[in-house]
Nanobody
C-alpha cells in the first residue's frame, strides 16, 4: 500500500530546532521525488523543500540555510531538520510525492509545528 506517514511535529520556542520525519512505502521511496510542504492558518499550501532519488535538494527561499532535507535509505524516511525556527514557520507540515507522469500524487496526513515566542 502506498503511503506517507509524518512524525516529529510539536511545540518549540522561536530559535529552537525540530526534526520531522516522513516514512514512505518502498515503492514511493525508491522511485519518487519527495517533498515537504506546509500550510499556515489562512494561507495556501507551499513548498518547503524537495529531494530527488539521488539526493539533489531544492529549498524555498524562506527556509534556505535554516532547514535541511535528507533521505535515510535504511529507514526509508525523508527527514526535515529545522533550525532557527521563526514564528512564521508555524504550520501543518505535509510530506508529498512530486508529480510524475502517469502516477498518482500522495500526501501524508500532516504534522503540526507551532513556534512560540
Amino acid at each position: 500500500q502506498e503511503q506517507l506517514l509524518e512524525s516529529g511535529g510539536g511545540l518549540v520556542q522561536a530559535g529552537g530546532s525540530l526534526r520531522l520525519s516522513c516514512a514512505a512505502s518502498d515503492s514511493i521511496f525508491n522511485t519518487r521525488v519527495l517533498a515537504w510542504y506546509r500550510q499556515a492558518p489562512g494561507q495556501q499550501r507551499e513548498l518547503v523543500a524537495r529531494i530527488t532519488k539521488d539526493s539533489r535538494t531544492d529549498y524555498a527561499a524562506s527556509v534556505k540555510g535554516r532547514f535541511t532535507i535528507s533521505r535515510d535509505n535504511a529507514a526509508r524516511t525523508v527527514d526535515l531538520q529545522m533550525h532557527s525556527l521563526k514564528l512564521e514557520d508555524t504550520a501543518v507540515y505535509y510530506c508529498k510525492t512530486e508529480p510524475t507522469m502517469g502516477r498518482p500524487i500522495y500526501w501524508g496526513q500532516g504534522t503540526p509545528v507551532t513556534v512560540s515566542s
